[in-house]
């Protein structure tokens, strides 16, 4: 299946991430995924791993503690439910670095408190 993702942020609203589906060969009407189903106020950032089996996205809370990478796995019959990552990447004190001149490279680096 084809499909394009794309996240939309507006002023004062949280994050949505949105979905289309080439259908008949023609793209559907843009739709809210909701992947974390409600579990964040947020959702942006979506990226599909290179094999197609994995959709990456960051989720946050309105005060934007507790911002983190989740992740869903495709199953025979469309996704998973949104997982958390479990990795040092989602530790509190781990600093995201977005340099748009790296081609959107993200770089999180985890800092060990001394």
């Known amino acids: 299946m084809k ?16 979905f289309s589906k080439l259908e008949d060969k023609k793209w559907t009407l843009f739709e809210k995924a909701n992947f974390a189903k409600g579990q964040k106020a947020g959702e942006m950032k979506p990226n599909v791993s290179y094999d197609g089996k994995k959709i990456y996205f960051t989720a946050y ?21 949104a997982i958390k990552l479990d990795s040092p990447l989602n530790e509190p004190s781990a600093i995201t670095i ?11 680096s985890y800092l060990q408190s001394r």
């Open 61 to 81: 809370n309105t005060d934007f503690t507790d911002t983190s990478i989740w992740y869903l796995n495709r199953l025979n019959n469309g996704w998973s439910d």
């Open 3 to 18: 499909c394009i993702l794309q996240f939309r942020k507006k002023t004062g609203v949280p994050a949505d991430i949105y």
């Open 98 to 108: 977005l340099d748009r001149s790296l081609k959107n490279v993200v770089y999180k």
